[in-house]
C-alpha cells in the first residue's frame, strides 16, 4: 500500500493507494500516531484509491480518532468506496468518524 | 449459473495474506461477482486467517493451512482447516488481558463485521483439524 502525506491549512492530510489490511495497518498506524504526536490536529484520510481494508485498518482509524478526540482535534475520510462504508457503518464508525464525499468537502469540514 | 472450486494451501505466515487474497480475488472475478461480494469475503477470510495464525498454534513451527473455496447453487462456500491445537477462530478475544478496556472493545470488531457479512460460520474439529467454514449466499446483498 501507498501512503502519501501532505499538508495544507494546517490539514494533514493522508492519500491511501492499495489495500489497508493486516501487514499494510502499522505503517498507516506509525504515520498517523507520529502526524498526531508532531501535533497535527486536524486530519482527512483520502480513501479514493483504497480497494480494501480490514479489521486492522478499522482500528487503526479507530485509533487515531481516539487520541485527536483527546485533544479537540478530528479526522475525516473522503471518497470511501460504498463497499467500505458499509462496513464503517456496520461497526459504528460513523458515530465519531465522519466519511464524506470528496476530499474538498473534507477539507471544508475537517 | 457457473460451477467452481478452487483449493490451495498456504503457511501459517502473515506474508501468505497476500497470496490468500490474491487467488480468492482471481476466483471470484472469474465467477463475475460483484466488488461487495469479493470485498466481504476478503474481509472474512482475513480476519479468520489471521486469528488462525494469530493464536492457532502453540509452537514456532511452520504450519499447513488448507483454503477451499466453492460456488455452487448460488452459494460461496469456504473451507479453512489447519492442523494446530483445537482452536476455534470465532470465539477468539483479545488475549491480552492487560489491555485497556478501550482497546478491548473494539478487539471484537472484526470477528462482529465477519459475522455479520457472511451468510454463515461454523466451526466443528474433525480428525485432528480445525475445519472452518464460512457460507455467503450470493443472491443476498
Known sequence: MEITETKKDGIHIFKLSGNLDSNTSPEFEQKVLKAIQDGSNRLVVDFEHVDYISSAGLRVLNLAS??????NGKIVLC??????????EIAGFYLFLPIVGSLEDALATV | MSQGSLTLEVTNKPS?????GERLEKFCEGLDLPPKTVFQLKFAIEEIFVNI????FSDDKEH?????????NGV???????????FNPLESATPDVACPI???QVGGL???????????LHYRRRGGKNVLTVRKNLKES
Request: one cysteine or more.
Open chain 1, 66 to 71: 481516539k487520541k485527536l478526540k483527546r485533544n
Open chain 1, 79 to 88: 471518497s470511501v468506496a460504498d463497499y467500505i462504508k458499509e462496513v464503517f
Open chain 2, 16 to 20: 501468505e495474506l497476500d497470496t490468500l
Open chain 2, 53 to 56: 495464525i494469530s493464536y492457532g
Open chain 2, 64 to 72: 499447513r493451512i488448507r483454503i477451499t473455496i466453492r460456488h455452487e
Open chain 2, 76 to 86: 460461496l462456500a469456504v473451507c479453512i482447516e489447519d492442523d494446530g491445537q483445537p
Open chain 2, 102 to 104: 478501550e482497546d478491548r
Open chain 2, 110 to 120: 472484526g470477528l462482529h463485521l465477519t459475522k455479520h457479512l457472511m451468510s454463515d
